[in-house]
Every structure is written in C-alpha cells, then in structure tokens.
C-alpha cells in the first residue's frame, strides 16, 4: 500500500496538469508560482495519505483527472481510478505551510530548464521588504504558516541579489522571530553567507544544478559549478552541517551513477542533495533541447530508484531531511523526499 502510493506521488510528479470539473471552485486558494516546476500555472497541492503534491490545474485538459463526489474528492487517470481519498491542501504562498516567496522573477542567467525569467504571462512586481512582511503576516492570519522561504532570480548584480535578500530576512526575522528562514540565493563569497546568516537565514539552498560539470555547462553557461560547490562547503561552516541544502536536477542525459556522485560529494561536507525531475514545459522545451538535446522523458521507476539511492546516500553520511524546517525539503510537494516520503 505504502510502496503503492509513494509510485503514484511519482507519477503525479512526472504527469502533467490535474483537469478540474467545469464551475469547479477551489475551497483555497489557487497558487500562481513563478518559480519551481509548476512556474507560470494556476496550481492547487493535493493530499493523499501523509503525502503531498503541487499540480498545475487546467479547465481544458489534463492528464488526471479531479473527482469531485458527495464523500470527498479523488483522482482518476484518463477516466480511469487512480487515488481515493484526496485533499486539496491550503497554499499559503507557493506552498503549503510556507510563505515562499519569490523577491524577483527576473535574472540575467538563462539556464536552460528555468521558467522563472521567461514568464510574461505572470506579472510580478519586485518585493520590497516591507511587502514581504505585510504578506507574512496576512498569511499568519489566514493559516498555519510554519516557515518564511526567499528564491529570486539575479537582477542586476549578485551582491545587489544579496542585498535585498539580507533586507527582506532581517525584516521578516524582526517582525516575526520564531519563524524559521530559509533563503535560495546565488552567492559568490563568504561574505554574502555571513550577512544572510546573521540577518537572521536558518537555512540555506546553494544549488548544483546538475550532476556533472558537462551537463553543467551546456544549461547554465553563465554560471560557475566550481563556485557554487566552493559556496556549499562555506556555507555548511556558517550555517550547520544538515542545514544547507543544495538542487540537482535529473533528466538531463546524466547517469545515475553521476548522480550518486554528485550526492556523494555534498553529504561529503555535510551538505543535503536535493533530486528534482527535469520538469519540461511549453516555455523552457526549445531551450533544453537546444542545451542537451532530445532525451528521453524521465519515467517513474527511475525517480523512485533515484530516491532509494538519495536515501541511502544520505544514511552513509549520517545525514537526513528531517532537520530542515524551510523549503523544498519542508515542503516535500515536487520530489520524493528521503525520511520524509521514503521512510
Ligand atoms: S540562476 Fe539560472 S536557475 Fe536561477 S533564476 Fe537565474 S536562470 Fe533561473
Ligand atoms: S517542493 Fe519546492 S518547488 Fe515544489 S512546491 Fe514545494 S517549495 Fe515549491
């Protein structure tokens, strides 16, 4: 049953959007991501046993299909059952549980898969500080709120990214202390960790990106890998061993042997790998094929493999998911997370 329901999260993860009956009417409300797999789409996030998956929506067509019936809702696939006993999940802001926001969708890197920058559809103005709290606490208001996350995208400068990460945690951490922070910044030296760290971050995510250096440098040309793992072994001395994450993306037409070394590497010192499933969508197809080429689609069996081996990985070092109380690893919504899905 369990192993069942863990190969379903898969394929809801892999799938595309969940088709809503006509005059369907959320009971929360509807998520408008800029950033993450489901970037650019009305999302809800659905609930099924202690699992949870954000799903971009559609009123026209879809690969599931939502039931709506006098007990509850459920799910079919191409008409057919496929999970009973479904919830929809209250989003605070782009996630349940998390205000997760977004300072700026913008960025002057191209990586390959990201949707982020190439977003006209979606207006997002740039966030003060002062927004930001007002809509932490508008959320506190409305429900249970169990951290404050920030991504953004690099706009003008990195150190100016920074700037404005460290003004919106040091107000946030003012005005709310006993949330927890968790910040996904680009960072380029010790110093940047070392006032995010002190305006109040708990935790932070440094992302690889892909599992080799080769693949690297056909999706994100302008970044530097060498860099970024330089950041994630300084950033494990600021912020604490189990306490610094980092995103590795798969589906790009690497092995999982280079995965597991990839993973290998990070839990080497101390930080935690995060596996996300290349997500392929209308606006960022022609760009990854530009980048790597026509691959095959990633298929369930290998994201459960992936996550049995991210397990295993992770128990070799000691390490595991449970400690982080910020972010994709809280959030648990678009992968199959060790400890926490994959127990
Ligand atoms: S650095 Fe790359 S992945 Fe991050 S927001 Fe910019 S384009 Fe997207
Ligand atoms: S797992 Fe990460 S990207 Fe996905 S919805 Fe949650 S916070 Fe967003």
Redesign the pocket.
């Known amino acids: 049953m369990e192993e069942d329901l863990i190969a379903k999260k898969a394929e809801l993860i892999l799938g595309g959007p969940v088709l809503v009956p006509e005059g369907f009417e959320a009971p929360s409300r509807i998520s408008q991501s800029t950033a993450g797999p489901g970037a650019g789409y009305g999302s809800l996030a659905f609930s099924f046993g202690r699992f949870r998956v954000k799903k971009p929506i559609s009123r026209d067509t879809g690969d599931f299909e939502l039931v709506v019936g006098a007990d509850g809702y459920s799910l079919t696939r191409g008409g057919e059952p496929f999970l009973d006993r479904v919830g929809i999940v209250p989003i605070v802001r782009h996630c349940p549980e998390q205000a997760f926001f977004n300072l700026d969708k913008r960025?002057i890197?191209?990586?390959a898969y990201?949707t982020?920058?190439h977003l006209d559809r979606v207006s997002v103005e740039t966030r003060t500080a002062d927004d930001i709290v007002r809509m932490v606490g508008e959320s506190l208001r409305e429900c249970k709120v169990v951290a404050v996350s920030l991504t953004s995208?690099?706009v003008g400068s990195v150190d100016e990214t920074v700037d404005r990460f460290v003004e919106c945690v040091s107000a946030v951490h003012e005005a709310y202390p006993q949330l927890p922070i968790g910040v996904e910044p680009?960072v380029s030296t010790r110093e940047q960790l070392v006032r995010l760290r002190e305006a109040g971050a708990d935790e932070i995510k440094i992302n690889l990106e892909t599992a080799t250096d080769a693949v690297f440098r056909r999706t994100?040309p302008e970044?530097n890998r060498s860099l970024a793992k330089r950041m994630v072994r300084e950033a494990v001395g600021i912020f604490g061993r189990g306490k610094v994450s980092s995103n590795i993306i798969f589906g790009l037409g690497e092995t999982d042997a280079e995965i597991e070394a990839c993973m290998e590497e990070l839990c080497a010192v101390g930080a935690v790998p995060t596996l996300r499933a290349l997500s392929i969508n209308d606006i960022n197809r022609e760009r990854i094929r530009a980048a790597v080429g026509d691959l095959p689609a990633v298929g369930t069996e290998r994201v459960l493999r992936l996550a049995r081996m991210h397990k295993e990985v992770l128990e070799r070092h000691g390490l595991d998911t449970l400690g982080f109380r910020t972010m994709c690893l809280e959030c648990t919504c678009c992968d199959i997370v060790p400890f926490r899905d994959l127990l």
């Open positions: 960025c890197y191209n990586c990201c982020s920058p995208g690099v680009y994100c970044l």
